[in-house]
């Protein structure tokens, strides 16, 4: 009886035993399989930055370094430095200083510098001016009786009378320290003032009290 029953179970049992078990594929990748499928990361390119301007007339710690810079320059020493007849400072599209001084080695003889980007370098005159033997002392004046930081004053101080007078342009970008050798005096100069209308002149006594304000 038994033999008959087990006759009759084994043979739906045997492909239940024999089939192989099938796991299916889990949807989660192994870490493998994520690292090899996902994206490339591409590092973001870094911009370069454009360079600010160095202000000249906007900034009194930059005029102070300028000066400081000046008087370090090896092939002026020596001899204390003396400016010929003026100091030029400029802002807008190229800020700089320009600057005449006596040689200290050869006397007779005027050169030319520009301050930019933080550096003084010579500059280039192709027919440089001789000043006259007789009366070249008269147009020399000490660089130490003149403080560059009060350029940015100047220049504030012509902002202040564009405004006024609601000029078209009221940001200095113009202002020149200027020895007169027959007064034996420093005065500033400035850029002229442009309205819808009008054009003013402007300038200044050495202590930065206004010396002309005048339409022309």
């Not at 038994?2 to 179970?9: D, V």
């Not at 591409?42 to 710690?61: G, S």
């Not at 012509?158 to 342009?169: L, Y």
């Not at 200095?172 to 200027?178: F, K, M, P, S």
């Amino acid at each position: 009886m038994l033999a008959w029953l087990f006759a009759l179970i084994i043979p739906f049992v045997l492909p239940l035993l024999d089939t192989p078990v099938v796991h299916t594929p889990s949807s989660r990748p192994t870490l493998f399989q994520a690292a090899s499928a996902s994206t490339p990361v591409v590092p973001e390119q870094t911009q370069t930055q454009p360079e600010k301007p160095q202000w000249i007339l906007r900034d009194k710690a930059v005029l102070r370094a300028a000066q400081q810079a000046l008087t370090q320059l090896p092939e002026l020493q020596g001899a204390p430095i003396q400016i010929y007849e003026q100091i030029n400072f400029f802002d807008g599209t190229r800020p700089r200083i320009e600057i005449d001084l006596q040689d200290p080695k050869q006397p007779e003889n005027i050169l030319y510098y520009t301050y930019e980007n933080g550096e003084w370098s010579p500059t280039p005159i192709s027919e440089a001016p001789k000043p006259s033997g007789k009366n070249f002392a008269r147009h020399l004046v000490p660089l130490a009786q003149i403080d560059f930081a009060q350029a940015a004053d100047i220049a504030q101080a012509w902002q202040q009378k564009a405004q006024s007078v609601n000029a078209v342009e009221t940001q200095a970008y113009h202002v020149a320290l200027i020895w007169l050798p027959k007064q034996q005096k420093l005065m500033w100069h400035t850029a002229q003032i442009d309205t819808n209308g009008a054009r003013y002149y402007l300038s200044f006594h050495a202590d930065g009290s206004v010396w002309e304000f005048k339409e022309f």
